[in-house]
T-cell receptor, first 111, second 112 residues
Framework: EAGVAQSPRYKIIEKRQSVAFWCNPI?????LYWYQQILGQGPKLLIQ????????DSQLPKDRFSAERLKGVDSTLKIQPAKLEDSAVYLC?????????FGPGTRLTVL | GENVEQHPSTLSVQEGDSAVIKCTYS??????FPWYKQELGKRPQLIID?????GEKKDQRIAVTLNKTAKHFSLHITETQPEDSAVYFC???????????FGAGTRLFVKA
């Protein structure tokens, strides 16, 4: 079966610019997660969707980050405006039960 | 808040030796404990997992043990090989997978 797909793989922007990431989960997986992984740290959950509803967004900086999963399949994560400290790898994962499968991530560099 | 503590942060072993990584969780509702391996520049890959109704699980050179009373779980790698070098993350998930918390990771070096 195809894995979790993400794009782009790399993105370089200047601070105060905006950026969007896309994720396509494994077919049939109802739960989708966005994580931020800063170099040398473990993944930190930003937002979790169950179908097209938000289960947990308690750690999402809502003044600059937004995410949607309108049809319960693909999802986009947006940052506007970006700050230097947003430089990280943004991982998308999906699950049908409790085992999460990760995508390749998008490495964001904010200059 | 809930958290998962992982130790050690760095582990260096000689090829052929065993490696043990330990995690402690705080959420008593956690009942699923996966372990992920992340090689440099790659995605985390699930290597083994254990559910709360089991105390130990083994898959070839990898084993995981769980002590629910003490809220501890550990990853054991035997006969380590250079290709085992990576960052390993533990995680704890509650019933239904509604909340997963990751440890900070252990960087394992296996010296040939």
């Amino acid at each position: 079966e195809a894995g979790v797909a993400q794009s782009p793989r790399y993105k370089i922007i200047e601070k105060r610019q905006s950026v969007a990431f896309w994720c396509n989960p494994i077919s049939g997986h109802a739960t989708l997660y966005w994580y931020q992984q800063i170099l040398g740290q473990g993944p930190k959950l930003l937002i979790q969707f169950q179908n097209n509803g938000v289960v947990d967004d308690s750690q999402l900086p809502k003044d600059r980050f937004s995410a949607e999963r309108l049809k319960g399949v693909d999802s986009t994560l947006k940052i506007q405006p970006a700050k230097l400290e947003d430089s990280a790898v943004y991982l998308c994962a999906s699950s049908s039960r409790d085992t999460q499968y990760f995508g390749p991530g998008t490495r964001l560099t904010v200059l | 808040g809930e958290n998962v503590e992982q130790h050690p942060s760095t582990l260096s072993v000689q090829e052929g030796d065993s490696a043990v990584i330990k995690c402690t969780y705080s959420d008593s509702a956690s009942n699923y404990f996966p372990w992920y391996k992340q090689e440099l520049g790659k995605r985390p890959q699930l290597i083994i997992d254990i559910r709360s109704n089991v105390g130990e699980k083994k898959d070839q050179r990898i084993a995981v043990t769980l002590n629910k009373t003490a809220k501890h779980f550990s990853l054991h790698i035997t006969e380590t090989q250079p290709e085992d070098s990576a960052v390993y993350f533990c995680a704890a998930t509650d019933t239904g997978g509604f909340k997963t918390i990751f440890g900070a990771g252990t960087r394992l070096f296996v010296k040939a």
